[in-house]
């Protein structure tokens, strides 16, 4: 399993996005985004209903370094109070300490990642593919996002969009 460096800079993060890995069911992610890979955070256990069903703006692009990022000021005070708990568990938390906190987060090196797709799709939502050396994670977030979704992949994976 791989895992972030403490002195990755964060390029930006997404909140609020389903993700599915292989069989796994779609649950709600925050991907924070780094010079050297892309960091997928659980912030809800719960079964996802569907991205169109009411989620807010949720990036932050630009974010200073990693080593002592406070989290929490990165991404805590945009989200909605069902998940704020999980959210709050992760401030003053640097990028290797939230990948050891839950076994369910999980990293993907930039060498890792084959190709990005990041593209529209119907009923207001878009969505994001990551073809890996081990499989594809499929994303989904709001339509609203999607042009500040492809400026944040594009800062370091743009070679890879498809």
Known sequence: MYSPDDKEAVDGVVMK?????????????????TDRGVLFVLVSRALMVGARHGIPNGISSGIGGALGIVIRAAIGPATPHTNEKAREKYGGLTLKQIMENDENNFYLPHLSINAVAVKKRLMGTCG?????????????????????????????????LS
């Open 128 to 160: 994001m593919n990551f073809e890996t050396t081990e499989g594809k994670i499929q994303c989904e977030f709001p339509k609203d996002l999607l042009n500040e979704v492809r400026e944040i992949v594009n800062v370091r994976l743009g070679s890879r």
């Open 17 to 33: 996005v389903q993700v599915m890995r292989k069989t796994d069911t779609a649950r709600e992610h925050d991907i924070i985004f």
